[in-house]
């Protein structure tokens, strides 16, 4: 069923304002200047248009946030103020709902049925290898897909967003290798480059000359379903009536499916079968009705599952946090502007200083002229929903989550591996390179105590000391194996990457140490390198629990099948790698140095219990996924969801307490 609007894919650029398209027609405003803000210059009649009607869009948020400042915008950072060291960072009241309530929706509701477009566009420019790679993968138990990867947004002042997005992505790339895509806005309009590869090559210096503003968001993807091709390639650009949306997103919504049908049903016309597509037609949609922060929350109030967005609405840069904060996103101060990225290491390449996490449940709304940011509490949990995976193995150990250094957190696990598992052998080896901060906590408790865990009366140059050396050579030119699309990649990656030292094994028994054991990929391969190269003992230890789980929140583990500890006993495990022994850290261990509640950390892989309301699967506390409306029932949809918005802002829903 349609409600009459007109939603169709837009091929080509991205930016149009209704049915009129002015990509194609406007010059760059001043493509060569090295300024922020677009210039004006050259801005032909539908580009001031559009522009007049994003002033008035805009005009009327920053209005809203000023009726809703003392309730719901429960923190406004300025460069001066925090130059000043005058940061108040918690102002939270706890009526929000009732303070967006007192806002004026922009677009009528009526809007929705008289033949507004929402088209939905494609990235600008396709790489030729996206032909190479249009397999489509295994989903996840037919649920959708199960990706994760690494989000930016900047807003600065004076100089344009392009080049320090380009090396904020450098600095995520290890969270994806399959995609890389930057969209800038120049105040006028969005530029848009995403290709297929690595960031170093689908970006050349004239790609990024074109990226024009000093706003922008940026994106790397690392795909384990729906398509594995520039369909999928993000930031996704999407232009309707009221401005241009683009979107990055990290992490997987688990009713995606559900919310694609009714708006389907309706009229949308969706040209991916990924998940970020549904958040971006959700959201232009809810722009259509109301402002910028209502429709966030709208949006929010009807997806389920992890999600770390940045978002471009026109010029102005979002960063949102799933109600959970499943995963990592935080704010940092650069000196002429702000940054917001999945994790801190981005803002360190950008020489920033990490202002905090974003909380779960909160929007970020950076000033367009890098000025400030605002912040305004959407939702309100009782438990957060941490992945502890992010820790253990997918974020830069340089990197600070949840307030927590990465690296210290492993160097932590191995100490706690070695009092759980820990076995006396001649030498103690990382595996490269995620098992490195692990090994060296480790090799340090096992150098303090002995496995039984009485002091070790010896040192490093005593016979009885426990060596800790590199005895595993990483080639440098081979990337991260477990995010490699398909196993026959990976099977053959793990062998390229990885080789032994000989004179470091040779007659020796030897423990490798690595972060976690997924398919077993890795650690078959390893156990049978060690003994070729003449090792008289091979134990392996691992610094997380048993993977016995699917992850449908954005970790390559889709199924069960592909799970070697689904399955198996520890033991069975042991006999399948070949290792002589075999340890795995403990559940309670990984919360403890994590310093959180397992009730505030999402532990769904490694005990089968999710945080998530999941078909088929267990939860592990009170959570049920929002009601959508069913594709037969696309108009009576609109009108649930009219009203139980209008509940929503009525009943209010508290802001999040100060931290
Ligand atoms: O049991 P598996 O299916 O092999 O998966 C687990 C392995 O994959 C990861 O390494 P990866 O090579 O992806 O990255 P890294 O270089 O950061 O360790 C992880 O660190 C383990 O070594
Ligand atoms: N890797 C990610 O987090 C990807 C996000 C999103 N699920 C996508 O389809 O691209
Ligand atoms: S299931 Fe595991 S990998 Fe997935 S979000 Fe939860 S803890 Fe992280
Ligand atoms: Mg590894």
């Not at 709902?97 to 566009?121: E, F, H, R, Y």
């Amino acid at each position: 069923m349609s409600d009459g609007r007109d939603v169709t894919p837009t091929p080509g650029r991205a930016i149009e304002s209704g049915t009129e398209s002015k990509s194609e027609t406007k010059p760059d405003a001043n493509p060569d200047a090295e300024t922020g803000g677009g210039g004006d210059a050259g801005a032909d009649a539908g580009a001031h248009k559009t522009k007049e009607l994003d002033s008035e869009v805009l005009s009327q948020l920053s209005a809203d946030r000023d009726d809703i400042s003392t309730e719901d915008k429960i923190e406004t950072k300025t460069k001066t103020k925090i130059k000043a060291g005058n940061e108040s960072d918690h102002n939270a009241g706890n009526n929000h709902s009732n303070a967006i309530d007192q806002t004026t929706d922009l677009k009528s509701a009526s809007s929705l049925n008289s033949g507004t477009s929402v088209p939905i566009s494609q990235p600008s420019k396709i790489s030729s290898s996206e032909d190479k790679q249009q397999t489509q993968r295994q989903t996840n138990s037919g649920s959708g897909p199960t990706e994760k990867c690494g989000v930016v947004g900047v807003a600065l002042t004076g100089r344009r967003a392009a080049r320090p997005l380009y090396y904020s992505l450098y600095a995520l790339q290890h969270r994806g290798q399959e995609s890389a895509g930057i969209v800038t806005h120049d105040g006028f309009q969005q530029h848009s480059h995403v290709e297929m590869g690595l960031v170093g090559d689908a970006f050349d210096e004239s790609d990024l000359n074109t990226l024009a503003g000093g706003t922008g968001i940026g994106h790397v993807r690392y795909p384990t379903s729906g398509g594995v091709n520039a369909c999928c390639a993000q930031p996704f650009s999407v232009s309707f009536k009221s401005g241009s949306l683009g979107l990055s997103h990290n992490g997987n919504l688990v009713n995606a499916d559900e919310i694609r049908d009714e708006l389907e049903s309706l009229g949308h016309a969706f040209t991916s079968d990924g998940d970020t597509e549904v958040i971006a037609h959700e959201l232009a949609r809810n722009l259509l009705e109301a402002d910028l922060v209502r429709a966030v929350k709208q949006t929010m109030e009807r997806i389920h599952g992890s999600y770390a967005l940045t978002i471009m609405h026109d010029e102005t840069v979002l960063a949102v946090r799933d109600p959970e904060g499943n995963r990592p996103l935080c704010i940092g101060e650069v000196e002429d502007g702000y940054v917001v990225a999945s994790e801190s290491a981005a803002i360190d390449t950008l020489d920033g200083e990490l202002v905090r996490d974003v909380r779960p449940g909160e929007l970020v709304v950076l000033d367009a002229d890098g000025s400030g940011f605002e912040s305004y509490q959407l939702t309100d949990r009782q438990n957060t929903a941490h992945c502890f995976f992010e820790h253990v193995y997918f974020a830069r150990p340089d990197s600070v989550i949840n307030e927590t250094l990465v690296y210290e957190a492993r160097r932590n696990l191995g100490r706690k591996l070695w009092a759980e598992q820990g076995v006396e052998t001649d030498v103690v080896m990382p595996v490269p390179d995620s098992g490195r901060a692990f090994a060296s906590g480790y090799a340090d408790a096992a150098n303090e105590t002995t496995a039984d865990g009485d002091i070790r009366e010896t040192t490093s140059t005593n016979d009885d000391a426990i060596e800790f050396a590199e005895g595993l050579m990483k080639n440098r030119y081979v990337g991260r194996t477990f995010i490699m699309p398909t196993q026959d990649e990976r099977e053959r990656a793990v062998r390229l990457k990885l080789n032994p030292i000989k004179s470091t094994v040779e007659g020796r028994s030897v423990t490798i140490i690595d972060d976690s054991i997924v398919r077993g990929t890795t650690s078959r391969q390893l156990v049978q390198l060690l003994r070729d190269a003449g090792a008289s003992e091979v134990h392996v230890r691992i610094g997380a629990p048993q993977i016995i789980a699917p992850c449908y929140m954005g970790i390559d583990m889709a199924s069960r099948d592909e799970l070697i500890a689904a399955d198996k006993s520890t033991e069975e495990i042991r006999a399948e790698i070949d290792a002589d022994s075999l340890g795995y850290l403990s559940v309670d261990a990984v919360a403890d140095v994590l310093g959180e509640h397992r009730s505030d950390l999402c532990l769904g892989c490694v005990t089968g219990s999710y945080p998530y309301d999941i078909d088929n699967e267990d939860s592990d506390r009170d959570v049920t996924r929002p009601v959508i409306a069913g594709p037969d029932t696309g108009a009576d949809a609109t009108n649930q969801k009219n009203e139980s918005k209008q509940e929503a802002a009525s009943d209010g829903e508290p802001a999040r307490a100060d931290d």
